[in-house]
């Protein structure tokens, strides 16, 4: 699964009441600043860099993505991300809202598995009365979710075939390289590999430098090693230092 975003959100008391708006209108941070704070978790996260809210929402505005008396323009997500280096492409240009059968609902959660991070702008329903972006990080059994707005459980860990019922569009962010590094693999997986090796190595001749000789029985003979089936399996430490110090007598 995909590392966690950077989490902030955009009713943080430290910038809920700041502006983030153009002329005309009184917008906050806390009432439209959702699509830059979806931008700022990822972008702080794939760069190490600190950009809060306030800072991509100041970028929103001077680059004139901020729309008068409503949110956030749609084209802003590509130009933020690559101010910062990181590729991110809008997924599809008509709404996919009230359309849970579309296949690139499918496609964005092999993307998340992958290792991408995804902006999704949801609908009416649960995150929104209106209009809501949204981070993915994650798509398992839930759809996992950095919610600008709320730390309700239902809006972070999302019903699958409710987000696919409320979701309008995808973005989607490159962050492979962040989410591959340093891989632990499970238990069951380094299982998976030595049995994996185990079998290919039973299937390959025996070397010839393998075979036993009798010079392997003369040295089992005379103690230096414990059995002749050893020398072609691991060797214990104990083995090993008996070797060494009987090797020297």
């Known amino acids: 699964m995909n590392k966690q975003p950077v989490s902030y959100l955009q009713t943080d008391k430290r910038w809920k009441s700041l502006p983030y708006r153009v002329k005309g209108e009184t917008a906050t941070i806390g009432g439209s600043g959702c699509g830059p704070t979806a ?3 990822a972008i702080e996260t794939l760069t190490g860099q600190t950009f809060t809210p ?51 609902h499918d496609q964005v959660r092999r ?42 459980d239902k809006r972070l860990n999302g019903d699958p075939e409710t987000f696919k019922r409320e979701v309008k569009q995808y973005w989607l962010i490159d962050a492979r390289d962040y989410n591959q590094e340093d891989d632990i693999v499970s238990y069951d997986k380094f299982k998976e590999y030595m049995e994996q090796y ?6 390959l001749p025996t070397p010839a430098w393998a ?35 009987r090797s020297k007598k």
């Not at 392997?216 to 104990?238: K, M, N």
């Open 111 to 152: 993307y998340l598995e992958e290792g991408y991070y995804v902006i999704a702008l949801m609908g009416p329903g649960t995150w929104t009365s209106g209009g809501h972006y949204i981070l993915l990080w994650a798509w398992d059994d839930k759809v996992r979710i950095n919610d600008p707005a709320s730390t309700k």
């Open 54 to 104: 306030v800072d991509a929402c100041k970028w929103s505005v001077d680059h004139g993505y901020k729309a008068l008396n409503a949110g956030t323009y749609y084209s802003y997500f590509v130009p933020q991300f690559k101010a910062f280096g990181v590729d991110c492409k809008q997924l599809l240009g008509s709404s996919l809202h009230n359309k849970p059968g579309h296949p690139i």
């Open 198 to 203: 185990e079998t290919e190595k039973a299937a």
């Open 39 to 41: 931008a700022a978790m």
């Open 211 to 245: 075979v036993q000789t009798g010079e392997w029985i003369q040295a089992h003979e005379a103690g230096i090693i414990a059995d002749l089936s050893r020398p072609q399996s691991h060797v214990t430490r104990a083995e090993a230092a008996a070797m060494v110090m």
